[in-house]
């Protein structure tokens, strides 16, 4: 026996995470011959040559610092990204290292051939609309606007 289509969830959150475990999904098979996954390019891609503060990066990414923390461990460890001190003790800054450079050079071609394929199937309407739609969202979810 066939099981019926299931009903469309009235759940925002729901739809949410599942488009985001989706487009996570294409990312993550894309950037994998270069030894990334999504998460890891976006952190990499956001850290910079010249350091930035962890709480920025946390920030911009939308993460909370102990979750960034944590998803920085490997790339430390791989030597993608190295700490250095900030402008006073208590300060934290990461910083790209040649060989981050090297691997987010490597992954970016990945990343725009997955960004394209995206980009053809919902059309440059659909993506112009999909992204005020979320630049919105973002917005209001952090208080910045209505």
């Not at 102990?66 to 993608?80: I, M």
């Not at 394209?116 to 973002?138: K, M, S, T, Y």
Request: proline share 5%.
């Amino acid at each position: 026996m066939i099981a019926p289509p299931a009903t469309p969830s009235v759940c925002t959150c729901f739809r949410m995470r599942k488009l985001s475990r989706l487009m996570s999904q294409r990312y993550d098979q894309a950037l994998a011959p270069a030894g990334l996954n999504l998460n890891q390019y976006s952190i990499l891609r956001r850290t910079g040559g010249q350091g930035r503060p962890l709480g920025e990066i946390a920030r911009e990414l939308g993460m909370d610092r102990s979750t960034l923390s944590r998803d920085l461990k490997p790339l430390v460890e791989a030597g993608w990204i190295e700490s250095v001190p900030g402008e006073d003790a208590r300060q934290r800054r990461l910083r790209l290292t040649a060989s981050g450079r090297r691997t987010i050079e490597r992954a970016q071609p990945l990343w725009r051939m997955a960004q394209d394929e995206i980009d053809r199937g919902l059309g440059a309407d659909g993506v112009a609309a999909l992204h005020a739609q979320l630049d919105r969202a973002i917005a209001q979810l952090q208080g910045d606007g209505a």
